[in-house]
């Protein structure tokens, strides 16, 4: 099992980003894909997820990013996406994509991508 | 809002038992509890998932339990190397949530 994020780097205040996420090792569609993030120095938080298709590919998101990030997944590349708008500098941290297979199974995660806002 | 509450840090000699605790109303929802260990600029890494169960290639000393609103990750005979952050991580409705994470020394 793999996951490979890609796409942070440096952005300024009410900027935007996206973040992929590339996948192998596992059968990606029928697996729920999620977001959680780290500022520097802080603890992590759960930025979001995006269910499956037989699930009916439904979203949630923490608060703070509601309204503002927005997880897709295309499953004939094995690869998720977290869209950032109207980004903040509280936003700046560390990215991370994870792997669910459901309460009964270990999770799987990417080593991550950096965001910094910043202006 | 969801909220899990660990001590912020522990410390023990190698060898003893480190015991860290996670707590919250979250936890009386039965959705089962995940632990992560997070070493010193890396990406963090599951030791516990389903209350107790450990995933492959994790240390036998790495345990976990759970009762009502508290969940314990112990650790049996602690070594140098497990020095890190730990955190407790749950489910509640469609939210997911994380402690705010414990350093053990």
């Known amino acids: 099992v793999k996951l490979v994020e890609s796409g942070g780097g440096l952005v300024k205040p009410g900027g935007s980003l996206r973040l992929s996420c590339t996948c192998s090792?596992?059968?990606?569609?029928?697996?729920?894909m999620s977001w959680v993030r780290q500022a520097p120095g802080k603890g992590l938080e759960w930025v979001g997820r995006?269910?499956?298709?037989?699930?009916?590919?439904?979203?949630d998101y923490a608060a703070p990013v509601k309204g503002r990030f927005i997880i897709s997944r295309d499953d004939s590349t094995n690869t998720t996406y977290l869209q950032l708008s109207g980004l903040k500098i509280e936003d700046t941290g560390v990215y991370y994509c994870?792997?669910?297979?459901?309460?009964?199974?270990?999770?799987?995660w990417g080593h991550g991508t950096p965001v910094t806002v910043s202006s | 809002s969801y909220e899990l509450t660990q001590p912020s840090s522990v410390s023990v000699s190698p060898g003893q038992t480190a015991r860290i605790t996670c707590s919250g109303d979250?936890?009386?929802?039965?959705?089962?509890v995940r632990w992560f260990q997070q070493k010193s600029g890396q990406a963090p890494v599951l030791v516990i998932y389903?209350?107790?169960e450990r995933p492959s290639g994790i240390p036998e000393r790495f345990s976990g339990s759970s009762s009502g609103t508290t969940v314990t990750l112990t650790i049996s005979g602690a070594q140098v190397e497990d020095e890190a952050d730990y955190y407790c991580?749950?489910?509640?409705?469609?939210?997911?949530?994380f402690g705010g994470g414990t350093k053990l020394t």
């Open positions: 994870t792997a669910w297979f459901g309460e009964m199974y270990p999770d799987y």
């Open positions: 090792g596992f059968t990606f569609k029928n697996v729920w």
């Open positions: 995006i269910q499956s298709e037989v699930d009916g590919w439904t979203e």
């Open positions: 979250v936890l009386a929802k039965k959705k089962y």
């Open positions: 389903k209350d107790t």
């Open positions: 991580y749950s489910a509640a409705d469609n939210i997911r949530v």
